[in-house]
């Protein structure tokens, strides 16, 4: 079965960090662009952030530029969105999504991808 699974949500002090973790099941990102999106309660979902794994390239919505970092690891069985200095806006569930039909731009831009994860939650509040 091919799925994403997300993991390392929950509750966190705002200022604080977070790492998420997608784990691909029936393949490996290698190939692949990854990404994460966010919808919060009441509102439309968000692109956060997109990657080429192949040229490193990445895309973050301006909101989190600077405070989120999106990597793999070396063998390319994770993904992960390193999130630093938590705000309560960054309050959301967060999906990770993965797609080797496109380039990353196309993805990013369209929304167009091959895979979606579950989804995990991460509230920020003091």
């Known amino acids: 079965e091919v799925r994403l699974v997300e993991s390392g949500g929950g509750l966190v002090q705002p200022g604080k960090s977070l790492t998420l973790s997608c784990t691909p099941s029936g393949f490996t990102f290698a190939g692949h662009n990854v990404g994460w999106y966010r919808q919060a309660p009441g509102k439309e979902r968000e692109r956060v952030s997109g990657?080429?794994?192949?040229?490193?390239?990445?895309y973050y919505t301006d909101s989190v530029e600077g405070r989120f970092t999106i990597f793999t690891d070396n063998a390319e069985t994770t993904a992960y969105l390193q999130m630093n200095n938590l705000k309560p806006e960054d309050t959301a569930v967060y999906f990770c999504?993965?797609?080797?039909?496109?380039?990353?731009?196309?993805?990013?831009?369209?929304?167009?991808?091959?895979?979606w994860g579950q989804g995990t939650q991460v509230t920020v509040s003091s």
């Open positions: 999504v993965a797609d080797r039909r496109w380039t990353l731009y196309r993805s990013w831009v369209r929304s167009e991808w091959e895979h």
């Open positions: 990657l080429d794994t192949e040229t490193g390239r990445t």
